[in-house]
């Protein structure tokens, strides 16, 4: 049927799905153990919203379901691409993913715990930082030790390396 024969008061707004913690194109979507069990509850969480779902105005009702569905239609791709690191597997001495590090900011006398993990896993909050920052960019690789530059705008920032662990809370 022509739009032009549809009365305006029958026309539905359109479901805007919100989008996932973003993933760079062409970039291995690495998740630690813990992430990948955050992933599955959160599809379980999501399927259950989507039992649950009892609005009786049938508009609202659809809008409610293709909400849901939308976001477990981009969980299941994202966990689709996942690719779960163990930590155990990880070189213990040098900084890679799922690694937590004690940084010391040479400039402030600062001291920062940071642990690398997955995007959907990231929260600054709690010091879990995605492996595609630039912060978690200029200190994979380093050791005990070492002093990285982190670039931070047009400033540089160096870091000391004072402690690298794996641990199974990641």
């Given at each position: 049927m022509s739009r032009g024969f549809v009365r305006e008061g029958d026309q539905e707004e359109p479901v805007v799905i919100p989008q996932r913690a973003v993933l760079p194109d062409n970039v291995i979507n690495y998740v630690t153990p813990s992430g990948m069990n955050q992933l599955r509850e959160e599809l379980n969480s999501l399927e259950k919203d989507f039992a649950g779902i009892a609005v009786e105005d049938e508009k609202e009702r659809r809008r409610e379901q293709t909400l849901v569905l939308g976001k477990i239609k981009l969980l299941k791709e994202r966990m689709n691409s996942a690719r779960p690191i163990l930590?155990?597997?990880?070189?213990?001495d040098e900084i890679r993913f799922g690694a937590t590090v004690k940084v010391k900011n040479l400039e402030l006398k600062t001291h920062q715990v940071l642990t690398?993990?997955?995007?959907?896993?990231a929260n600054v909050a709690q010091g879990k930082i995605a492996f595609t920052t630039p912060i978690a960019r200029a200190v994979i690789g380093a050791k005990v030790g070492d002093t990285v530059d982190f670039k931070l705008g047009h400033e540089n920032r160096p870091l000391r390396i004072e402690d690298i662990q794996y641990g199974s809370g990641t």
């Open positions: 930590l155990e597997e990880q070189p213990q690398i993990t997955g995007v959907d896993e």
